[in-house]
Every structure is written in C-alpha cells, then in structure tokens.
C-alpha cells in the first residue's frame, strides 16, 4: 500500500540526532502535516506518494537549530559599557554604577510594544538565516508588570511575524529596579504577588527564570520565585553560578528546572544535582568571550556525569550581542573545548530539552514536527569550524520551506 504524503526530501544525508547513529547517507526524510512521518536510509522507506519532491543533492539535513536562551527582545543599545569594558571597568562595577541591565531597562521602559517588535525583528532575522526555526524570548528588561508584560507580548508577535516557534520565559527576576531603593525582599514580593500571577493569567510565559547572584538575587530569594512559578503551574530555569558559586545549580535541580544556564562557577555536587534531576546544562559563550571570563564552565563534571549540554547565543544587549548560533557553536567548541558532535546536538536536541520540547522537535524522528535546516557542506564539522561562514541552503519549518524568514 503507498501512503500520501505532503513532502520529500530525498538524495540527502541524515544528522538525525536520535540514538547517537551518526550521518545516514542517501537518506530520506517524509512529512505530513508538518510533521515527520519518516526519516532514514532511502532504501527503507515505505512506499510514498508525495505532493512535493525536493532533490537535495546529497546536502546534509540537520534539525532546525533551537536558540534556547535569548534576550531578543530590548530597546537601545550598550556600546559605551563596551568601550568602558575595553577600558578595564568590570561586568559588576558597570552594573553597580548604574549600568547594565539597569540601562536597558530605562531604554526598553520608554519603548512601545510596536516599537520593541521593530527594534527586535532584524535580530531574529539573522537567527532564522542560519536555520533556527525556534527560538526562546526573555523578559526581564521592564522590572514592573506593565512593562514585563508589555516584553513578552512583544515576543509573542515575533511568531506571529515570522515563521517560527517562539518560547516565552518570564524573568522578572533579573535585576533591581531603581524605584526599590535596593530593597531586594520587597521586589522579589512583588515579582511574586503581582508580576508572576499577571503573566501567568494572560498565558504570557512558558517558563519562568531567575538570576541568582551576588549582584542579582540570593538563592533564597529566587526559591520563593520558583515555588510561586510552579504553583501557578509554570515551569523554571535559573541563571546559575555565572560569576560566583551560590549553589544555583542545585539549587534549580532541587525545582526540577528545565535548565542551568552560565555555570563557570558550578562545582560537582552541581552538576551532579543536575544530572539527577535531568535539568540541562546550557553553556552561553558569548557572554564569557565579552566579559573576558577565565573560569571555564565544568565540562568534565558535566559529562563525567551524563549532564546534557545546550548552547545558546544569549543574545543581549549587554554581555553577548550575538545573533549567530554558528559562531556560539565555533565559541563552545574553541573556548570551552566541546567536540563538534556535542556542540551540534547543543543547538538541536539537548537545546529542545532545555526547553522541554524534545518530544516535538530537536531530532529527525516520525511523530516530530518536520523542522529542517538544509546544509551546502561537505561535513558535520563544517558548521563548527569556519567563522562568518553562512552554508544554509533552505530553513524548513512545519514541513514549509521558509526562504529564511
């Protein structure tokens, strides 16, 4: 019996991800409605007619890459703390000094909706013409509920205008608020008895994070952030032990956090907290190539332990102004001496588990959604290895090439 199916790729080589079988040659992959129906060797397929036949000319398919962790959306910009970086002032002084995250939320404060989609467009952009097709948003540059929420419906219309899975993570929990007069327990109230059960009533967030920190919040802090996001139903993330070791890594283990994120500092009760809990690693070396960071994250512990591993851009205005997963690739493999193997399943597969996606993208496998970048490579390792090198040949979302965007 021949199935129809809505389309083909065939003639191509398979990076499918799944069970670590490595490059299927003259493989094949199906799909009907949006959605993967078969991907393999060409030789096994079952007998398909397909609306649409794409010969792929011996071009690699890998999942659609996954930018688990982003700050797209914002308004201005921070060159001058650049410079002033460049000058010797340290990541904490600026931030002290009333910089950082402080000035983007002044900037993002004043911008409307509209105008955060349109500053925040050409970001994404560049993100999709490397072959993400999902892509997660954070808030955390308003501080206040009219201006977290405003971010996150703004990140919601960046799915609406390109063809794109956008995750929304509430991150209310980020910095301090100048009105507070630094009175951290009465803001961290305040994220929890307003913030938190507005975004959670208007549906705004997937997820919730937070930044435990010497210069952010404390580990108890974010706990009571945590125990409120999951009362409403909402599961966490944590920016963990990026400049000192606070316990954040077990800290979101013992909340079953979807992820650890940064984690220079983590030590290996961390890690091994997290592999108990199947919390992922999410390494951004973006940020510790900016910051100028010598403390590498503990890639040994994490393997060592069976901790999955992303890689993300975390795309921000301050500490990683990175629009390209390739580059954050190039970065996690040069830096923090991930092999190529890892490095792409850290933008596909463990990136879909960061975000609790894996049973629906991530890998090449029947049943998950038909999220495809097409590659003119020769070789898996190109992806890693070359820097301002574009190879993507066709961005397949929902089983649609997109022509980019």
């Known amino acids: 019996m021949t199935a129809t199916v809505d389309g083909i790729w065939s003639n191509a080589r398979l990076l499918a991800l799944a069970g670590g079988t490595g490059i299927v040659e003259r493989g094949l992959v199906?799909?009907?409605?949006?959605?993967i129906v078969y991907a393999g060797p060409a030789a096994d397929a079952p007998a398909m007619d397909a609306a649409r036949r794409i010969d792929c000319d011996g071009r690699l398919i890998t999942p659609g890459l996954i930018d688990c962790h982003t700050h797209l959306v914002f308004a201005g910009d921070r060159a001058g703390e650049f410079e002033m970086r460049l000058e010797g002032a340290s990541y904490e002084q600026i931030s002290r000094a009333g910089g950082g995250i402080a000035s983007t939320v002044r900037a993002t404060r004043t911008a409307s909706e509209e105008e955060l989609v349109r500053q925040s467009l050409p970001r994404l952009d560049r993100l999709l013409a490397e072959g993400a097709t999902t892509v997660e948003v954070k808030s955390g540059y308003g501080l206040d509920v009219a201006s977290e929420t405003r971010m996150l419906r703004a990140a919601r219309r960046l799915g609406e205008a390109r063809d794109v899975t956008?995750?929304?993570?509430?991150?209310?929990?980020?910095?301090?608020?100048?009105?507070?007069?630094?009175?951290?327990?009465?803001?961290?109230?305040r994220v929890c008895d307003e913030m938190l059960p507005a975004v959670a009533r208007d549906g705004l967030a997937d997820a919730v994070d937070g930044f435990c920190e010497g210069i952010a919040f404390s580990p108890a802090q974010i706990e009571r952030v945590f125990e409120t996001a999951r009362r409403l139903g909402l599961p966490v993330k944590l920016h963990a032990d990026q400049l000192s070791?606070?316990?954040?890594a077990a800290l979101a283990a013992r909340h079953n956090a979807l992820s650890a994120d940064h984690l220079e500092w983590t030590g290996d009760e961390g890690a091994a907290s997290m592999a108990a809990a199947g919390t992922v690693a999410v390494l951004l070396p973006g940020a510790f190539y900016v910051l100028r960071e010598t403390k590498l994250p503990p890639i040994d512990a994490l393997r060592r332990h069976g901790v999955p591993i992303a890689v993300s851009t975390d795309c921000n205005p301050g500490t990683?102004?990175?629009?390209?997963?390739?580059?954050?690739?190039?970065?996690?493999?040069?830096?923090?001496?991930?092999?190529?193997?890892?490095?792409?399943?850290?933008?596909?597969?463990?990136?879909?588990?960061?975000?609790?996606?894996?049973?629906?993208?991530?890998?090449?496998?029947?049943?998950?959604?038909?999220?495809?970048?097409?590659?003119?490579?020769?070789?898996?390792?190109?992806?890693?290895?070359r820097i301002g090198f574009n190879p993507l040949h066709e961005r397949v979302r929902h089983g649609r090439p997109t022509e980019g965007k």
Do not use: Q
């Open 245 to 248: 070791d606070l316990g954040g």
């Open 30 to 35: 199906a799909c009907r409605n949006g959605r």
């Open 320 to 385: 990683s102004p990175m629009t390209s997963l390739l580059l954050a690739m190039n970065m996690a493999a040069t830096l923090f001496r991930l092999t190529v193997a890892e490095c792409i399943a850290g933008v596909t597969r463990e990136a879909a588990r960061a975000l609790g996606l894996d049973r629906e993208t991530g890998t090449l496998e029947a049943g998950k959604s038909c999220d495809l970048a097409i590659w003119d490579v020769d070789r898996p390792a190109e992806l890693v290895y």
């Open 166 to 189: 956008i995750r929304t993570t509430f991150l209310g929990a980020h910095a301090m608020p100048p009105e507070t007069d630094g009175d951290k327990d009465a803001y961290i109230a």
